[in-house]
């Protein structure tokens, strides 16, 4: 809001300063040409209107300089006076251009997010008998909409949950992300093992995806006392123990993100984690860890998983992502998305 503020008055600070120069300078040195530089500032910020009023201003500073120079109605002014003049319709039409550029970029941005406020439904709080919370920061980029996506569903196999990242930004990774979880949605329930499911996955984005595209993911299962994960690619979850002890669940083996399955044969085993009561488990995308600070510093998840341990999940994730954006000191440049379980004790 400052830096708005400051651009809004730089103009007229401009004028002024060259204005009060030529007076100090004296009749040898002319200044009057540089009062251009009102109007071309004001086109930064400024709509057509308040620019044509900046050059304005610069026309009527311009005639007393003149008079103090005693050169009014001299060749060199009347260049002076055309030279603001031009300078100040070009000035109204990039503003102009400028102006329509930023609706067309706001319009973008609303479609962009509402697709993916529809696309990425609410979670259950609650699913079989397990506490979710749930963290999603968008990067606030123009119209850089993420991929990043998530999915709990309760299924005749059990709860089943979904977290990955779709490679790039914009509409097209929303699209892809879309594909992914239409397709996963449909698979946990009729697929009984979780490497089915990721077939089914690489089947569905070897239709759509082209190139070296690719989504890293994680598709978990919960059973009694332990998770089932299968990893594409993903960032290994960070499993929360009832002392208060950490592990990261990195998958023995490391499968290649989906849409990059016809470069490996083999399919991506399942692996399974302790979770037991009063454990917890935090997913997350890589917008998490790969936030930096002001001296380029990766945030540092595993020295915050203190904050995890509130005894309401929400309210402990929510306290994760404030230090993440304190972290970064501002707008993330990756989306981060954060899903967190808690079993209750028994």
Known sequence: ???LQVLRWLPFVVMVGVALTDLLAGETMVFLPLL???PAFASVSGGVRRTAFVGAVALALCMPMAVHNGLLFTFENNLTVIGIAGVTAASMLASSLRLQRERELASVRQVAEAAQRVLLRPVPRRAGGLRVALS???????????????????????????????????LAAVETAAWVLGAFREAAYDQADLSDIGERLEASLARHLGGEQFVTAI???????ELTLVNFGHPAP????????????????????????????AAVKPYRVA???????????????????????????????????????QAALDAL?????????????????MLLLHRPGR
């Open 1 to 3: 809001m400052r830096s």
């Open 238 to 265: 960070l499993v929360i123990l009832r002392d208060g002890a950490t592990a990261t669940a990195e998958p023995p083996e490391h499968g290649l993100p989906l849409g990059l399955g016809a470069m490996e044969a």
């Open 36 to 38: 251009t530089l009102g």
């Open 321 to 337: 992502r404030a230090d993440l954006v304190q972290h970064a000191g501002g707008p993330l440049l990756d989306d981060a998305a």
């Open 275 to 313: 979770f037991g009561g009063g454990d917890r488990v935090l997913f997350f995308t890589d917008g998490v860890i790969e936030a930096r600070n002001a001296a380029g510093e990766f945030y540092p998840l595993e020295e915050r998983t203190p904050l995890l341990r509130h005894e309401d999940p």
């Open 219 to 225: 598709i978990a299962e919960v059973h009694d006392e």
């Open 136 to 170: 999603y920061t968008s990067a606030a980029a123009e119209a850089q909409i993420g991929g990043d996506l998530y999915e709990i569903v309760t299924t005749p196999h059990g709860v089943r949950l979904l977290i990955g990242d779709v490679q790039g930004k914009g």
